[in-house]
């Protein structure tokens, strides 16, 4: 889908339907075709051991009916075989589907990655950041856990099933049509089972979450409860929630002793209808007693991998209803990549890519942008930055200020205008390669879990030591990171030390000193207009953004004072324009908020 144009459907994520899921799972699989081959190989050989067995032992049977133990020691020494066979075979492919799955498991979470970090931000914020993670943690576990046992078992089930009919009709057909009376009352029950078990699986898991809920509450908020003597009142909430979660596990207990029975009746009456076919076939003379001794092995074999792949489907229906959710969004076109600057320069770009720019300098042109249908919050922006020059943009709040500096920075695509960078791209620069040239530095800095050094690497990679230091020199925060014990080995993020927002800026402005921009974009508020946290923020910014295109929400009045142009934004129009000595002249709007600010800091 190019960026820009309209996106397909409002809401939710997509879903894949059933053909593209398939599709898309035949096309993981097509890319490691030997070892399904493999796989499949040693599935069905072993498959086909285990049915020896049977025929083998009806002839151990027809032998001793004849009394003639000396034709013994061959089907005996064959059964072994056929034993050991079938162990080996089937070790080594499920080894090989487990291998496979792991294998498609990981591109499917590469792919789903990487196309959730392309996915437009509107397009995530219509559907909801939940609902695409819940999609990257409850879906990608449901069908790793299937990947992981239920598909090599029902893979294998569905094989020993295939063979064993196979064989059965090999004996004599009519002992596959009387192992077939069987069917009937097993789809009743796989459907009667399938049908109950989603919504108490469902209250299982709503229960088992209450239940740890209410724990964590009782026990993390304990000295809350002792001190307000809530105590009782909460073992009473605890017993109710232990209640339901014991309630929903038995409920599912009895679902399984129901289904499982039902299965039983089902082999009962295959089992006799095999043993009355197989005493009708004997009589008339048309198989021995061995032959229908192995029928009836047969069938009874049958008893496991039937029961076990009717167990899975519940299993297999959520995963591949969570394999659909996945696939809607690996599914989705992958973006143009931005071209790259070194190999891009001097060839033919393709047609709907721009080339590298080729400075930092700006030119947007008549710039609208609509979060809500029929609500335009910037109506026709236009302003020109040559390379290293410096906007401020200023104005009240709403005036449109974050919305534009995410624009320019191809958070968003324009709803119409155009943004230019570098003098590339008649129809303006593609949100692909905008994000690729413009670093954003915003009031939400995340901290990724890891080493500091880690952290600041994200930006560049291969950083030398010296390099990192210096880049925490320059946004002022070498100090704080040299008073640490372990220097750039501290552990920073989730279970490591938690940094303040103002340090976590300082983080952020040397991560973009590393990743050495053309344009850089600050939207940052984090420390108070006159604190000495501002002020040195400050200093960092400038340092960082010297030789740079840059544009910076001025949050505080004293970030746009030395920019070389200034904008004053008022409900999405640019109301004033100019240098701050210019607009404080002009005594308009830009002066007014000045004065404003200038007697309110301290
Ligand atoms: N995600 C969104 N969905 C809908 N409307 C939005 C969204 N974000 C911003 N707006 C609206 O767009 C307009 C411009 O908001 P924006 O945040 O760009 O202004 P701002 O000048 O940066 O304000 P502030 O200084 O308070 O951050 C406002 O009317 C705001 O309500």
Known sequence: MPAGEPLPDA??????????????VRVLLAAHRARAAFAAVCLLAAAACSLAAAPLLGRIVDLAADGDASGLTRPVLLLAGAAIGQGALAYAGMAAVARLGEEVLATTRETFVDRALDLPLERIERGGSGD?????????????????????????????????????????????????????????????????????????????????????????????????????????????????????????????????????????????????????????????????????????????PVNSALFLLDTLQSATASLARIVGVTDLPAPPRPPDPVTSAGADSPADLDAAPADGSLAVRDLRYTYLPGQEVLHGVSFDVPAGGSVALVGGSGGGKTTLAKLLAGVHAPSAGTIRVGGSGGTGTDPVTLRATVALVTQEVHVFAGTLAEDLRLAATRASETELWNALAAAGAADWVGALPDGLDTVVGDGGLALDPARAQHLALARLQLADPAVAILDEATAEAGSSGARQLEAAAQRVLAGRTSVVVAHRLSQAADADLILVLDDGHVVERGSHEDLLAASGRYAQLWRTWSAHRC
């Not at 809401?11 to 898309?24: E, H, I, M, S």
């Not at 089930?157 to 009387?178: E, K, M, N, P, Q």
């Not at 009708?280 to 069938?299: E, R």
């Open 11 to 24: 809401g939710l994520l997509p879903v894949a339907d059933a053909r593209t899921t398939r599709a898309a």
């Open 132 to 304: 695409l993670t819940s999609r990257v943690t409850e879906d990608i576990a449901m069908v790793s856990e299937a990947v992981r046992g239920a598909v090599p078992e029902f893979v294998q089930s569905a094989l020993i099933i295939a063979l064993t009919l196979a064989g059965l009709t090999a004996l004599d057909w009519r002992f596959a049509v009387a192992a077939l009376v069987a069917l009937p009352i097993q789809a009743l029950t796989a459907r009667w089972y399938v049908q109950r078990s989603g919504p108490i699986y469902g209250a299982r898991r709503r229960a088992a979450g209450g239940e740890q809920q209410q724990l964590l509450e009782t026990v993390g908020g304990a000295a809350t409860v002792r001190a307000f003597g809530l105590a009782g009142a909460h073992v009473d909430q605890v017993e109710r929630r232990i209640d339901r979660s014991i309630s929903a596990t038995v409920a599912l207990t009895r679902l399984h002793t129901r289904f499982f029975g039902r299965l039983n009746i089902a082999e009962a009456v295959g089992l006799s209808a095999v043993l009355v076919t197989g005493f009708l076939l004997v009589d008339d003379g048309a198989v021995t007693i061995g032959a229908a001794s192995a029928a009836a092995l047969y069938f009874a074999n049958l008893f496991g």
